[in-house]
């Protein structure tokens, strides 16, 4: 169950209204690498937790400061579109050329929200949940995890380096330092679960059932089948102490594949029959 | 530029073809763990690389095969749909139970494609390439790779456990090992790029850009203010080797936010003004 | 900003696991009708308040309930799935009928979350943002929360009458009431913005910019050109107090469109030009 | 069955062609509060209707007209895009900054449909059906006509305020119009199934089977647990008139959630077994 | 501007419900191969039509027929779903299965519709725009439309294979001779617009703006660099009568892709600098 | 299985980046008319082929050649960013005018890639493969081919006049050839299958099985009753010369749709039971 205080994590300012990096801005909103997709991503994992329940209580916790962000980051869109141009007529008053603010705003900005933040990203893309990772392996997870604020961080700098406004970079500083500890959040997860013991993943698939000659294989698609660079995964040992890495040149193993000619009553052309 | 040679890069064999099987098997195709995913992420990472040439020639290697394993998967989907109940009197005859297979297809498995694989997920959902990552920072593609693999060979196994037939049993088993040695690959790459020595993601990013004294804190959104429990994450140093982690209650360090009125003209009601 | 205690908002108890249920309940998860939805367009909604600030404090929370609705729904999708058959072989032992179950499972609650809730609709649909409303109009915002909590409510009524189960009816018993609750709720906001004053939405519009000879006409565009059946919408005063209503044949009061041909370098086929 | 004569149901018009006017009528036509919703929504619930036939008709003859509302956004779309720059050159030509109107553009106006309407919303995202509300339950869908002629009319407003174009003022004065009767129209139909009366919706179902206790009672999340600032919703009987509004500060009535441990076979991590 | 008369373009009777057959009916519905999609095609084509005026008449006609499709459809679902259960008990009682009526059903036709049809496909995708071709060629449209009703009728002729209902298969046999006018109706224009003189699309752009010696040779992409099958498309004369057909062993034009090194401040790792 | 090696298929070359230019290419990759859409059909085409093998491997080796077009497309995306602005104050250093090019850019290719493609249209829309064919009928996939090549050829030619740049439109003149042959490519396969001779599509189902008085006849849903304008397809024989083409006056053959009442249990409004 949760709960609220009507207050925002840390403070949004913004000095200088600019409605494009309000559009911008969006991407860490509904945005792949934003925080909505972080907040569904640590609460349905939480919620679907099997296992040792002090997971679930960090994922729900984790998943709850997430809101909060998205809590900023809209606060922060509304405020960027403070005094945003709502006609070509206040456009080329503000800027003198037609469409040079209003062309790059979001127009759902004006049309659909009056000035307010939408679960999109920076393109006008609605969220969609089909990225969210709650798989019911816990490492997996993890690596979900990481993967995730380690593009929100990326992301996070970028919109740093796109701004100037001082309110605007403080915010971000904020934002990217949490980032910075949900990396390691997840890492210390992952250590907690054995690291590299618990590779490959899922560990509890009993390997003898995997086709071990290809295990460790570098395989060379290359077209004319000799040339393999070399690298970490070309040689020594995996990371789950189990295998040594080697290289080998991709062949068929199987043929041609055969599919049974279309029944009659199936739709296919009577030529293909 | 791309090859072929209308071989399958490993043998494909149905011994009882099951519709249901084959619907489940979509989710190796077109899910968000599937192949589709991992082929266009590989690839659109490798053409968009910057920097050190090796990586871009291993993700497009790599993103090479993947291609390959979609086409198993088609296969085995064809190959699962051998004999399936066209109509309502086919299935009943089949089953004795009007629905009993029919009901668990995918319907387009009949209607739209004739007997043949879809680029959909077992929902019959239809991949869409929002969650494609490819960031332009190569420590996070990795981290995505390895879930990408991680979740794949979860789903993997899943389907081995789900299927008693002996060819389809065959053919995961090498799509298994192969999700084992690409976890290790990235693994592999993430070493060769320093491993935690890269943390935080982007560390291109000046640290003192963060708010430090948020990087390595975990913390508590528990409404009663006072519980936080005690993890890898709340003590002990962070594994890029720059900070300590330490729990801390989290508290609104941010006020009530203020958005100005809504402006006359702006669509909102009169009562808002 | 946000805070969580761990605990249900309402007991979820499942006596006899069904995971054809469970696939059911997604739609009160991820569906248009579900509790994603609006969670998401109560605290959008709340993040762009402008204007009187009692609103946005409701709005934050109620969506903050809603957040504990999501999770209460997954625990008995969770739940529900206790003991679901994960292979064509239990399948069969537990009901004789190959597919009986599996078949008409989301398999996705195996194959992607181990028995676990995902964000999506019954057939399996990820939710997507695009149909959150939070217009900037806070009338029209509170007619799209009344539809919200309706349809909510319809459909958490067709799934008690969908299971016999004690537990689920008990847990479908609480959300109900706070649907019906929901429901008052946002009339009550109705009702402190003036009501029917309050119309045509937005009331902040001079109506001396429309084409007042239609503004409470109901048109016919029935074929013959004769028959308007009459109904409340066709006599009597409007609720907005300002005209009548009134029936009208449809006419097209614009001619044929004429657009210009295609120019030559604009793709056009040339027989076009 | 339907019929068509050509003609626009009210005259287009558009003296100066701005195409980025054009990317913003779009939003008209494919957003959430544009016609292609309203047509689908209307059809789908009148031909879906049971229950008294005199709803089908009227659903199903709004829906005709609201066909006619998409011809005549299409034709201003087309006509706003007459003479749009097709290339980088003309762009500075026109402009004399490059990309001041073909940055702004949807660029799909010129690449996909060389200068006509798109089914999309003014961010080129393409309609999606999973808005349109048909529930079976008349006066839910009344509401959700409400909304959608609310939104759509709170839409046309802020288009007819973006623009100085007198053509296109003057058709959005008859689409407001249109909007303001539609308004009128469906709250006429709630009128006539009962107004309150109808309430709780659906009120097919007893409200025996909801926990009462919670039906008119305002939750209360805050932090603090004491603070529920007052409005009509805590107070004052409710408008189905069967219970009274009361302030309840929202205690978790159900403990913490307890799910299996994951099965050996399915996927889960061995830590977590 | 569009009429309608609420009858049905060709009588629509269901002897014996049958929701499976109602979920398949979804697919001619809001499938890819369906009605809406085709309905949206040929008005939009119509409206943004530029060029002789004849066309814009007979895609606005025909799209116009296609609505009644749509209408028809519906009512079939609607008419199937009579008598669906509604619970797991009714679809014990009805079948001695549980699940094998309930568990093949498109879940919203109970929850969301209340047995009623759905802008979804047979899987419950909701219809996406997408994929509508109004391109602004007259002739690539046209091929966009046999591809439209060639789908369409293969997906017709494959439900009436399904189902052994006379009225269903009545219906159908009307639908499929729509299938049949509307593959002639828009090779008729083809041939009116000059058949394969109008090749290649668009025939407006002068050839000599591409690269001719690749204009009319099939390459081949096999692996060993020799083998291409010789067919039609490897020899003789085009079909636009302006080359002949050759086989061509593909080779790389173009060197390996040179990109930057990521800048200092775009979010790349240090170590790809 | 499937190769490469790391070579262009042709050469890409940008003398002068244009960042709005590169969204615009985004069109070629992940639009409907894009080179994603033609490899994903082309491989599942081939993938799920039934009957002559020749097909198979055509349609492998083309989608094959057609993976290869991604990959220059997402070189020339990348090499237009080069230099792109990343932020406010290189946007206004460059141009003079704020917010002139990264308002007209995809703001992802900043955000989200570091300056690299994405696998999305030029709106930012992510590729979704809801509207890939693969239809079991060989000779509707060929059109859908076609179209397919006819419409990407349309962008291609768009693209060309778009952009100055003699490095881009070179690259754009070996596309466009490749258009054109693989338009004639496919069509090649339709004579090969009996070009009018495999009409109406399916050529497998058998006619009398189609409501025949309807099969050539084009029907007009004109108001008026009356108004039939002619063409090729109101006279003439048909195209699989099987019948007359006739024009006939549409009228309802069936009367009003009959839905039964609602069920009292099945969440209707008491109003319609």
Redesign the interface.
Known sequence: ????????????RVERP?P??A??LQ?AI????GE?RVM?QY??QG????????Y???L???G??E??H???L??AV??NL?GAP????EDVAN??????????????H???????????????????????????????DM??N??AE??G???A????????DPGM?DML??L??????H???W???I????G?A????????P?S?????????????????TTI?S???TQGP???GKGQ?EPMI?E??????E???????????????
């Open positions: 169950m949760f709960y609220q205080d009507g207050k925002l994590q840390y403070r949004v600019n494009i990096f559009r911008a991407q509904g945005g792949v690498e909505i569904m609460l349905f919620w679907g937790a099997r296992g040792p329940k002090k679930r209580d960090m729900i916790n984790t709850t400061e809101i909060g998205i809590e900023m809209a606060t509304a405020l403070e709502l006609s070509m007529q800027d003198g050329v037609a469409g040079a603010v209003l062309g790059g705003m979001n127009l759902r004006i049309l659909s929200t009056g000035l307010g933040a939408t679960p999109e990203n920076c393109n006008g893309v609605p969220f969609n949940a089909s990225h969210v990772y709650a798989s019911g392996n816990l490492m997996a690596y979900a990481v993967t380690a593009t961080r990326v992301l700098t970028r919109l740093y380096g796109m701004t100037d970079k500083s904020f990217i330092a949490r980032d910075t500890m990396q390691q959040q890492l210390a997860v250590e907690e679960l054995g590299s618990g590779l490959p993943i899922p560990n509890s698939f390997q059932g995997e086709k071990n000659e290809f295990s460790y294989a570098y395989l060379g698609h290359h077209k004319d089948g660079p690298g970490r995964w995996s990371y789950d890495f991709s068929p193993l199987g043929g041609e594949p599919l049974a000619r279309p029944r009659p009553d199936s739709g296919a052309q009577s030529e293909q029959m």
